[in-house]
């Protein structure tokens, strides 16, 4: 472990609902909640005044309009939170060439060969970081600073929003210890849940546990590594090439399941969180992978490659599910996993896809929705840019009956007034990025 807190770890604060905010001025200081609009649409993220209501990340946009039916409800902008990304990680490569982005708002930077790194001057370092940041995207960002990596992403965690935490080396047991279990990387639900059963809440409690019950536990490499994390060693470098060249999901059962309806919802479940992540990390993707371990520990897996990449959940649950179909599945599973490869980059203006089903277009008077019978009316996602021939630039407040209510204002201009047009309005076009 370092003596010196040279390790950064940055996080934008609300990502995709700040860069709606900057872009869209009357929403500043408003509820905000980003993602799927459809019927089966989750949340991507919301704005820390919506969160308030208690709308968060990967919840159902169903839900959240309940939580805070007075938010603006917006569709994603990807190939816009893409150009932000870009902008923050050249940012960082200023900084430090070791860069390690780990999705589209978050990487490490190792400050190790920068001279003079200690706990005073990191400070002033994060400090010059966030502010450059500000200055050339309008989004702020949330830094951690600490001798590793582990510690660096607890730290801007615990700095969220708009802040800087630095853990002097020395203090990281007395910060890491007091914390809830899944603030480790690598605990999710079931491990907490099994964690539980042994009395162990906190990372201190994981800690104190001799390690052949934390193996005995959670598996040899699981609990090996979960258990020098809960000891705050953590020795892995800031490593700048990693690329995903995949993202996959899975889930390990305490009882073998033979039960073909549980797995079939089993794999979808499992399909809609490897989605999640998929995009969460702007990427689309053409094979699709469905593993498992079988109840005699043999691993079978099948894949299926599409023409094109996706990153729709229909499509990648439906793929899952044909491919769990070819596996004989009938002594049991113990382990099911869902993967996607054959990454690209995501470059489709997500808004056109986002409903692109036989499924209703969402707006944002629930009431107002349209038929589907009017293919012109689905173009007009709430959130979306358009451009008016005599009234300029704005972005589509809600659509339905026909028509289609756009506000007129971008980041320059400040709150700007609203016009209602036909949704076949020949002024009314698609603003390209
Ligand atoms: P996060 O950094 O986890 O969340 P955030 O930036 O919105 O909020 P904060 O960091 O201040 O807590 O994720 C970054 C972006 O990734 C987020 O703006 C939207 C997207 N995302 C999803 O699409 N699905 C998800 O489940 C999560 C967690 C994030
Ligand atoms: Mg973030």
Not at 42 to 64: C, D, I, K, L, N
Not at 212 to 241: F, I, K, N, W
Request: charged share 25%.
């Amino acid at each position: 472990m370092r003596d010196r807190p040279s390790i950064l770890h940055l996080d934008l604060d609300a990502f995709f609902a700040a860069v709606e905010q900057r872009d869209k001025p009357s929403l500043r200081g408003k509820p905000v909640v980003v993602g799927g609009l459809g019927p089966r649409g989750v949340v991507s993220t919301a704005s820390y005044e919506a969160r308030v209501f208690g709308v968060h990340s990967a919840m159902p946009m169903a839900q959240a309009r309940v939580r805070c039916p007075h938010a603006a409800f917006l569709g994603t902008r990807f190939a816009v939170y893409q150009t932000v990304s870009r902008t923050v990680m050249a940012v960082l490569r200023e900084l430090s060439p070791l860069v390690e982005p780990l999705s589209l708002d978050e990487a490490f930077v190792d400050l190790a060969d920068r001279p003079g790194v200690n706990v005073e001057t990191v400070q002033s370092v994060a400090a010059d970081l966030r502010a450059k940041i500000n200055e050339r995207t309008a989004v702020t960002a949330s830094v951690g600073a600490a001798s590793t990596k582990l510690m660096a992403k607890i730290a801007s965690e615990q700095a969220k929003p708009d802040g800087i935490v630095v853990v002097p080396p020395g203090d990281e047991l007395a910060v890491l210890h007091p914390l809830p279990i899944r603030s480790l990387p690598g605990v999710g639900p079931a491990t907490a849940a099994r964690l539980a059963r042994l009395g162990v809440s906190t990372v201190g409690d994981l800690a104190a546990l001799p390690l052949p019950e934390a193996v005995a536990t959670l598996g040899e490499a699981h609990g090996q590594s979960l258990h020098r994390l809960s000891q705050a060693r953590d020795d892995r470098p800031v490593a700048p090439e990693r690329e995903s060249k995949s993202v996959s999901i899975e889930d390990t059962f305490d009882d073998d399941i033979a039960n073909p309806a549980l797995l079939q919802a089993m794999t979808q479940h499992l399909a809609e969180r490897v989605t999640q992540r998929l995009t969460r990390s702007g990427h689309s993707g053409r094979t699709i992978t469905l593993k498992a371990r079988l109840h005699d520990f043999t691993a079978v897996s099948r894949s299926a490659t599409l023409p094109g990449p996706t990153d729709d959940v229909r499509t990648i649950s439906r793929l899952a599910t044909q491919l769990l179909g070819e596996i004989d599945v009938t002594g049991g599973v113990r382990l099911l996993g869902v993967g996607v490869s054959a990454l690209s980059e995501w470059t489709q203006d997500d808004l056109f896809t986002a409903d692109d089903g036989d499924e209703e277009p969402a707006d944002v008077a629930p009431h107002d929705t349209a038929s589907v019978s009017e293919p012109d009316v689905r173009r007009w996602v709430p959130g979306m840019d358009v451009v008016h021939a005599v009234e300029g630039a704005g972005w589509v407040w809600g659509s339905g009956l026909g028509r289609v209510t756009v506000r007129f204002e971008t980041a320059e201009t400040g709150p700007g007034p609203v016009r209602t047009f036909a949704a076949d309005d020949p002024d009314l076009t698609h603003a390209r990025a």
